[in-house]
């Protein structure tokens, strides 16, 4: 999957795009890991009993020149994309992952297209 300006999530209704006022060490302090060719990188487990479950995961991905981003709930080896919105069990996983992105929101990682 290449890196777009805008991403949708498969089942989500609202659409993000990469903040104007992005900082790299906001990304730090998000949680976002530094990767070997620069990129920053963003996994959390979305079971909404314990961040330590092996379960569905988000897992976001920003270029190393903050203009160009990879959104995706995937399984828990990171191998399969899920859709967490079309099973009524999943609701808390949807809860947990709306929590994510509207602190990505607030610290102006993401913005609401």
């Given amino acids: 999957m290449a890196y777009t300006e805008k991403i949708q999530v498969e089942g989500d209704t609202d659409t993000y795009s990469l903040s104007n006022d992005i900082k790299k060490y906001t ?23 314990s961040p330590y479950k092996q379960g569905i995961k988000l897992k976001v991905t920003i270029n190393s020149t903050l203009d160009g981003l990879k959104m995706n709930t995937v399984t828990a080896n990171g191998l399969r994309k899920v859709n967490i919105f079309n099973r009524e069990q999943d609701q808390g996983l949807v809860e947990q992952y709306h929590y994510i992105l509207e602190e990505f929101v607030s610290r102006s990682v993401l913005q609401k297209v």
Avoid: C, I, M, Y
């Fill in 27 to 49: 990304l730090r302090d998000l949680g976002f890991v530094v990767t070997k060719t620069g990129s920053f990188s963003f996994e959390r487990s979305l079971d909404p009993t």
